[in-house]
């Protein structure tokens, strides 16, 4: 499998699970915040694991496979968490869905390029 197919992959199920998302934010007004809240606890959680994995890894490929999952995860976390600061503050669930989109869309782009980093140098972030 290639970095291109990793792409196409990765890029359509972000897209499909953003649509899930939309749909389900329309059918529970209060399903964006509790959503929110869950993933960014549960991604922290991952992500403080992956540190310590980090460092108990002595392999380098695996420290640097875990450290780009890693950075993954925290730079996930942080999109999450300022969902739930400006998601009180919107009146109209069209800013969210706009506001969510496009914090997806750096989701999608910074896995991209840590996936295109990682193939680079010949290391697999897919198995974990």
Not at 8 to 19: D, E, P, Q, R, Y
Not at 89 to 114: D, H, N, R
Request: glycine fraction near 8%; avoid cysteine.
């Amino acid at each position: 499998m290639n970095l291109f197919d990793n792409y196409k992959i990765f890029t359509i199920s972000n897209v499909i699970m953003g649509l899930v998302f939309s749909a389900l934010y329309f059918i529970t007004s209060g399903f964006i915040q509790y959503y929110n809240l869950v993933y960014g606890i549960l991604t922290l959680a991952i992500a403080i694991w992956g540190i310590g994995r980090y460092y108990l890894k002595n392999v380098e490929d695996d420290k640097i496979r875990v450290g780009v999952q890693t950075a993954w995860l925290i730079v996930s976390f942080a999109l999450g968490y300022i969902s739930i600061i400006y998601a009180p503050v919107l009146f109209t669930k069209l800013e969210i869905i706009v506001i969510e989109s496009i914090l997806s869309i750096i989701q999608i782009l910074w896995g991209s390029v840590l996936l295109a980093i990682s193939y680079r140098k010949g290391y697999s972030v897919i198995k974990v």
